[in-house]
């Protein structure tokens, strides 16, 4: 089990790597507007607002995680590949929507799955995510450094073949899945859901955070060659992100015990105003690149903070719900909202005002999860877990 998790995590993110850095790049080479871009670019974390936590319910109540998995998995797949053959907005309008349907709860049924099968040992999530990162540096580096241009072919091509990657590892996971699904057999109940109550505050901070990256999501592309970058800049940023990203990953299990999931959190929001002010007040390409660094703390430090203070407060038979709940918040309403105003103000703002705006909403972010997340009270992956009653968010 421990090792086709490793596999789904290297294939989804390999996916990935293909989309978020070179989709909007070939979609400006089709002659999109960035209006056009950004609402585009923002229906699949608008998707993500339901998806992830309705299908993840269901799943909990009939304990279906590992099905769900394996059909969204080859659904993603399909309609990725057919991704490739429109070129006008409309069209590519009517294929990602489904698309994003599919792939939107991927990653927190995933995610449910690993927590179960590391049981108490959560900390070591990390290690196993770890091989997500990689399979990203391998699509968004090291394919970006060897493209000239947004090649369609490498975009859809690759990317259909990773989430088909996805689908045989999760053939694999069928026995294990099955054994460590937690919770009892009975259907959940819906008041079951008010254990997520005290988790509110803690959703809407992280919300606020996601939303401060549409610039860097949508843009941070188009705005590196507009400055006189080139693909292969754009391939090396990531890689000096991604190659910090993985060291913090590594390090995941002695960073929690160390700092805890709130501080580990605080240091990625704080690490997140900081990044986004130096890409306001920097105009040279190779400066810009230097700032890469930090994505160990505004992803990879956030994220590891996050999926631990939310495994601790999550009863483990609504596990794959909480984790389609965080997906649809924090990548779903936070992605949408970030996304689709950075495609507006774009163009009337410019991409350093756009940044500073950026900057100022991650403060805000950071101040309500500092404010209202409860401090430490176990060491990761200790079994004496907090309950969501006694989060005190």
């Known amino acids: 089990m421990t090792r086709a998790l490793k596999q789904y995590y290297f294939y989804y993110f390999a996916a990935v790597g293909l989309i978020e850095p070179?989709?909007?790049?070939?979609?400006?080479?089709?002659?999109l507007s960035g209006s056009q871009i950004g609402i585009l670019y923002s229906l699949t974390p608008a998707a993500g607002i339901v998806a992830p936590w309705v299908l993840g319910y269901l799943a909990d109540c009939g304990r279906r995680q590992w099905e769900l998995l394996l059909v969204l998995s080859l659904v993603s797949a399909l309609l990725f590949a057919v991704l490739a053959l429109p070129s006008g907005f409309w069209p590519i309008f009517a294929l990602i929507v489904p698309y994003?349907?599919?792939?939107?709860?991927?990653?927190?049924v995933v995610n449910s799955l690993t927590f179960a099968h590391l049981a108490r040992d959560r900390g070591a999530y990390g290690r196993l995510r770890v091989w997500g990162s990689l399979g990203y540096i391998?699509?968004?580096?090291?394919?970006?450094?060897?493209?000239?241009?947004?090649?369609?072919?490498?975009?859809f091509l690759g990317g259909a073949l990773a989430y088909l990657g996805c689908t045989v590892t999760t053939l694999s996971m069928r026995q294990g899945a099955g054994q460590r699904i937690d919770g009892g057999p009975g259907a959940i109940v819906r008041r079951d859901l008010a254990a997520f109550r005290p988790l509110v505050p803690f959703f809407l901070g992280c919300l606020i955070?996601?939303?401060?990256?549409?610039?860097?999501?949508?843009?941070?592309?188009?705005?590196?060659?507009?400055?006189?970058?080139?693909m292969g800049?754009?391939?090396?940023?990531?890689?000096?992100?991604?190659?910090?990203?993985?060291?913090?990953?590594?390090q995941g299990p002695r960073l929690l015990a160390r700092f805890g999931?709130?501080?580990?959190?605080?240091?990625?929001?704080?690490?997140?105003?900081?990044?986004?002010?130096?890409?306001?007040?920097?105009?040279?390409?190779?400066?810009?690149?230097?700032?890469?660094?930090?994505?160990a703390l505004t992803f990879a430090s956030f994220y590891l903070g996050a999926m631990d203070y939310l495994e601790q407060r999550t009863p483990p038979m609504l596990r794959t719900t909480g984790q389609g709940l965080f997906s649809g918040v924090t990548f779903g309403v936070g992605h949408t909202l970030g996304n689709l105003s950075s495609g507006w103000l774009f163009e009337p703002l410019g991409m350093s005002r756009l940044y500073l705006l950026n900057a100022v909403l991650a403060v805000i972010g950071t101040a309500v999860l500092g404010l209202t997340m409860a401090p430490a009270r176990e060491v990761a992956g200790d079994p004496r877990a907090a309950s969501p009653g006694d989060a005190g968010v």
């Open 22 to 31: 070179f989709l909007t790049l070939y979609w400006r080479e089709l002659g």
């Open 138 to 155: 391998l699509t968004a580096v090291v394919l970006g450094s060897a493209m000239k241009r947004a090649d369609a072919g490498v975009i």
């Open 209 to 230: 955070i996601a939303a401060s990256g549409g610039a860097l999501r949508n843009f941070f592309g188009i705005d590196l060659m507009a400055k006189g970058g080139s």
């Open 233 to 250: 800049l754009v391939g090396l940023s990531r890689a000096i992100g991604l190659t910090a990203e993985v060291l913090v990953m590594l």
């Open 261 to 295: 999931a709130r501080g580990l959190l605080l240091a990625g929001c704080l690490a997140t105003v900081l990044r986004w002010t130096l890409y306001a007040a920097l105009a040279d390409p190779l400066l810009i690149v230097a700032v890469s660094p930090l994505h």
């Open 100 to 108: 994003a349907v599919a792939k939107t709860p991927l990653l927190p």
